[in-house]
């Protein structure tokens, strides 16, 4: 694999005259085993691609992506690194993940114990992106293990005989949650834990919010084409409703406990096209909201959930 330069323009499927066509950003010829498949359809939002990019290219720290649930944290990076080949080594945090599960252990093979190294370990020697998916569930105290990695430094593998492994310069850690790592003070993420302040001060951070409303008709224009432009505008803003209530900055705190992602929402609507289809559905907008959604939420919510479609819609569900 060698390293080339892409035109960001045509590589990433921008259309916007301010971009300049010179402008490249480095990848590899081919991808490897670890790059990401690469989803054709997938709708790259200028300002966070923008972000994304300059620490690809100039970034030696960390990076951090924080937003709701659904936003499109995680997919961004591996759609980026599926157009620019990049290999990526992903693990989901949780609230009992040790150090062991990422740098490596010993493991028995043929009445043998040899070393295997863990996914950072793999990310550091040849130079992949490593990727940390709901940091914010993981103990503070593990990660502050990996301050001086997050900073450059060689990570030592005491357990295998001290080797050291230098970082690969093409080495990044990527990491992403909820929270901006200072906790959850409104109980919509359970399990999340304040990070310590040292180690989030390692990272630069994105913020990534759910599309705008024309962003998110585009991509429900890609993900389900046959649906009218009209019946994906009001999807839109249900979902758009829907996420006002859940993250309502009322005293009381959120009026409903689910919310509408980005990718709940392409689920409704391929759902709703299914049944679209169907002979005898009567409101296939509302029997899909139960399937994408509704049957997560507690009865009150289901019902304000179905009053929100039927006051777009109307009662026929919005059929065509």
Known sequence: MQKVQYPVKKTFGLTDPEVPEKLTVPGFDQPGPFTPSSDPDYQFRRDLLSDLLAWV???????????????????????????????????????????PELVGHYTAVGGDLLW????????????????????DL???????????????????????????????PDFRFIATGNTAGGGDETGLYQGTLRQNLAFMDRFW????????????????AQAVPQLPDQIRAKMVQVAGLIRDLFTSKDAEGPQIEVTMSTRTLVRWARLAWFFYGLNGRVNPLAHALDRALGFRAEPTTRQALHELVQREFGTRGGAV
């Open 57 to 99: 290219m100039v970034g030696r720290e960390g990076l951090y992506l924080t937003g709701p649930t659904g936003a499109g944290k995680s997919s961004l990076v591996c759609q980026v690194a599926a157009r620019l080949n990049y290999q990526v080594q992903r693990v989901t945090g949780h609230s009992r993940m040790e150090l």
């Open 116 to 135: 295997q190294d863990g996914p950072l370990t793999v990310a550091m020697r040849y130079g992949h992106w490593f990727l940390l998916d709901e940091m």
């Open 138 to 168: 993981l103990d503070p105290g593990v990660l502050a293990g990996l301050n001086g990695i997050i900073e450059g430094a060689p990570l030592v593998l005491t357990e295998n005989g001290g080797e050291v492994v230098k970082p690969h």
């Open 205 to 220: 951070v994105i913020e990534v919010g759910y599309p705008r409303p024309q962003e998110e008709e585009k991509i429900l």
